[in-house]
């Protein structure tokens, strides 16, 4: 449907009347979001739709004339419903995504109102301050030392940025060049090294920044956790400074390096070594004081990077990364303009830290949250995510024609269908196990995400969601349960 009127094209032809249109177009769309989160207990997490249904529902020449504002918002909804993924729901448990706290959607709801220009002081100063407590609060939360510095980010693969920039930096001073202002062309490289379950958005944050993707030293992990005598054979080999990269919980297992040991490792090395602890989500183990053990050392890092639309469960996109050497983030940063030159009165600009120069005023979803639930709330909120994936781990362990993968120390559990009349052909398993994922997501009771573990096809499911109680794990259970006795019985 189109609006034919021009005047309803607000607020570019009347101006004048933005606010009873902007008042009708966010009154539609709480109407829209109020009952898409009444429905999410019940609304199926997924539909699969393919390219060509959206594609069609979406797709269309520019329009010639606007509508009214609130008729756009409806006529979006109505044409996308098919393809909106529950993520934000109890029962999504593919890759790591957290949802929205109430507290944490009504500040985003709030800075989209606001906004703020979150980039320096003077083009907001409530963004900027608001940052810097939100920051320090995550260092009181985790226990990190409070002289760290650090700043939000859209998420862990920009806070890994941020953190391998500033070791680039600090690298680069001890091999005698500016990372920043020289580049690396030319230059000695700079040896990195991590086990060979880095994730993929550290990797690719080392393409970003010229270390290069392929460059990586691996160390053997088995079962996730590094080698540590594998580790301290590699770092001997390497002369001069080098960068490792460990894991405060491995994507596929959740399971976490021995962190006070590499630190120990990388301060006894000669030349140099400057740790980054990849905590996309592993790092909140550190909110409990049953769990913190799992994450002891990392205070010892030199820069750790987490994710905050997962386990903070703010919406996306949210990430913070920490610093133990200012001047290196900084000098990885720094930018310079006649225009950007701040008054004698001005604070912190965010864009010294960030590879931003204009941001979303993220901080303030992330603020209302802390503020609302406290330290006790979040380490409630952990402890009963861990529960709840032990509780799935447990089941699936002693469920029949089921395999846990690996053991569940925080909130991943891998595991696969191993059924028994495909026990002596493990390709065919393989095969039976990427179908059950496709359908699983098809049923739309829960959300799964598929994966390889040692080599064989396996399933994960991240447990991270506030919302998320015992009833939506047994419809997990069940939904496992049926899925694998149906695709069974299709292929006996």
């Known amino acids: 449907m189109t609006t034919t009127d021009p005047s309803l094209a607000d607020p570019i032809t009347r101006p004048a009347d933005h606010f009873s249109a ?6 539609r769309a709480y109407e829209l979001a109020s009952a898409y989160l009444a429905g999410l207990p ?34 979006w909804f109505a044409r996308a419903e098919p393809g909106i993924v529950a993520s934000g729901g109890p029962r999504f448990f593919g890759f790591v995504n ?28 409530a963004a900027a301050q608001t940052e810097l407590t939100v920051l320090r609060w ?73 270390f290069g993707r392929s460059s990586v030293r691996e160390v053997p992990a088995p079962g996730g956790s590094v080698d540590l005598d594998a580790l301290a054979a590699v770092l001997a080999a390497v002369d001069g400074p080098v960068v490792v990269v460990a894991n405060a919980g491995e994507v596929n297992t959740g399971a976490f390096d021995h ?12 030349g140099g070594a400057w740790l980054h602890v990849d905590g996309a989500f592993g790092l909140f183990a550190a909110a409990s004081p049953r769990l913190a053990h799992l994450t002891w050392g990392i205070e010892r890092a030199d820069s750790v990077a987490a994710d905050g639309h997962k386990w903070l469960n703010v919406p996306y996109d949210c990430g913070f990364a920490f610093v133990r050497d200012a001047d290196a983030l900084r000098a990885a ?12 009165d001005a604070g912190w600009d965010p864009l ?31 402890e009963r995510c861990v529960e709840n994936a032990a509780a799935f781990a447990a089941w699936v362990d002693a469920a029949p024609g089921l395999e846990l993968m690996a053991p ?85």
Not at 259 to 270: E, K, R, T
Request: proline fraction near 7%; charge should be negative; glycine fraction near 10%.
């Open 138 to 210: 995550l260092k009181e939360l985790f226990g990190l030392p409070a002289a760290w510095v650090g700043a939000l980010t859209s998420g862990a693969t920009m806070a890994n940025l941020i953190g391998l920039a500033a070791a680039r930096q600090w690298a680069g001073a001890r091999l005698g060049f500016d990372a920043a202002q020289d580049g690396l062309g030319g230059l000695p490289p700079i040896p990195v090294i991590s086990s060979t379950e880095i994730h993929a958005s550290a990797r690719k944050t080392l393409g970003t920044l010229g």
């Open 333 to 344: 940063f720094a930018a310079g303009g006649a225009y950007l030159t701040p008054g004698a």
């Open 22 to 27: 902007t008042q009708a177009a966010m009154a």
């Open 408 to 492: 569940a120390p925080l909130i991943i559990v891998c595991f696969r269908y191993a059924p028994a009349h495909l026990r002596d052909d493990p390709a065919a398993t393989d095969a039976f196990n990427r179908e059950a994922v496709a359908a699983l997501q098809a049923d739309g009771r829960a959300f799964v995400t598929g994966t390889v573990w040692n080599g064989r096809a396996a399933i994960r499911t991240a447990f991270d969601n506030w919302a998320t109680g015992p009833t939506d794990v047994a419809i997990l259970q069940e939904a496992v349960r049926e899925i694998g006795e149906r695709l069974a019985a299709a292929a006996g």
């Open 42 to 75: 019940e609304r199926p997490v997924s539909r699969r739709p393919g390219p060509a249904e959206m594609t069609g529902s979406l797709d269309e020449p520019l329009p010639e004339r606007g509508c009214d504002p609130a008729e756009a918002v409806s006529d």
């Open 259 to 270: 962190l006070d040991a590499v630190a120990d490792l990388c301060a006894a090395h000669p």
């Open 352 to 382: 010294t830290h960030v590879p931003e120069m204009s941001r979303r005023f993220r901080g303030l979803a992330a603020w209302c949250a802390l503020r609302a639930y406290g330290r006790d709330g979040y380490r409630a909120l952990v």
């Open 98 to 125: 957290g949802g929205s706290t109430p507290a944490a959607l009504a500040g985003d709801w709030l800075a989209s109102a606001i906004d703020q220009n979150a980039g320096m002081w003077l083009s907001s100063p």
